[in-house]
């Protein structure tokens, strides 16, 4: 068909002779251009077109798709750092409440050992009083024989006889008695 067109054109041109320019008006020329134009769009019509429109409408499915999946995952992404800054908050507070915990149960150790020493100190003074008590009490026994001692031996040497048998000791002792009893 082409062949067809393309040698029906040469003969226009060799007929008319005339001169011819690119601006020269022919009305053959024209009428084969538009057969050819209406004959071209009507196949490419028929044949190309549903499949670039298809093309173009997959294309635009696409991208539609595409970006509805974008401003899906845009959404995601901010559920996701809002969440992520929750947790944030969230572990803040849990190491500020840990830091508190933690201050709370140092004071309450502090408390428990100053307690523990303030009582560690006064059963060593209340140990300490009840040696010196004792220590007091031994000493004092010491002194009271050592006075029987004395006192006998100076009986005895005002006497110029010995006292020392238990009866003798034993009114020594009564009398000691007797006189710490009035002091």
């Given at each position: 068909?082409?062949?067809l067109l393309?040698?029906?054109?040469?003969?226009?041109?060799?007929?008319?002779?005339?001169?011819s320019?690119?601006?020269?008006?022919?009305?053959?020329?024209?009428?084969?251009?538009?057969?050819?134009?209406?004959?071209?769009?009507?196949?490419?019509?028929?044949?190309?077109?549903?499949?670039?429109?298809?093309?173009?409408?997959?294309?635009?499915?696409?991208?539609?798709q595409?970006?509805?999946?974008?401003?899906?995952?845009?959404?995601?992404?901010?559920?996701?750092?809002?969440?992520?800054?929750?947790?944030?908050?969230?572990?803040?507070d849990?190491?500020?409440e840990l830091?508190?915990?933690?201050?709370?149960?140092?004071?309450?150790?502090r408390?428990?050992?100053?307690?523990?020493?303030?009582?560690?100190?006064?059963?060593?003074?209340e140990?300490?009083?009840?040696?010196?008590?004792?220590?007091?009490?031994?000493?004092?026994?010491?002194?009271?024989?050592?006075?029987?001692?004395?006192?006998?031996a100076?009986?005895?040497?005002?006497?110029?006889?010995?006292l020392?048998?238990?009866?003798?000791?034993?009114?020594?002792?009564?009398?000691?008695?007797?006189?710490?009893?009035?002091?």
């Amino acid at each position: 068909m082409f062949s067809l067109l393309a040698l029906m054109l040469q003969e226009g041109h060799g007929q008319a002779g005339g001169a011819s320019g690119p601006f020269a008006l022919e009305p053959g020329l024209i009428i084969w251009t538009w057969i050819v134009f209406l004959a071209l769009f009507l196949l490419l019509r028929k044949f190309a077109w549903p499949f670039i429109v298809r093309a173009t409408e997959e294309r635009e499915r696409t991208i539609q798709q595409q970006l509805a999946d974008a401003e899906r995952l845009n959404e995601e992404a901010k559920a996701s750092l809002d969440k992520h800054n929750q947790l944030l908050a969230e572990a803040k507070d849990q190491a500020h409440e840990l830091v508190v915990q933690a201050k709370s149960i140092g004071e309450k150790e502090r408390e428990q050992l100053l307690a523990r020493a303030r009582e560690e100190q006064e059963e060593i003074l209340e140990r300490a009083k009840r040696e010196i008590d004792a220590e007091r009490d031994r000493a004092l026994a010491d002194l009271r024989r050592e006075a029987v001692d004395l006192s006998l031996a100076a009986a005895t040497k005002l006497i110029q006889q010995k006292l020392g048998d238990a009866s003798d000791r034993k009114i020594v002792e009564q009398y000691l008695a007797t006189l710490e009893d009035k002091s």
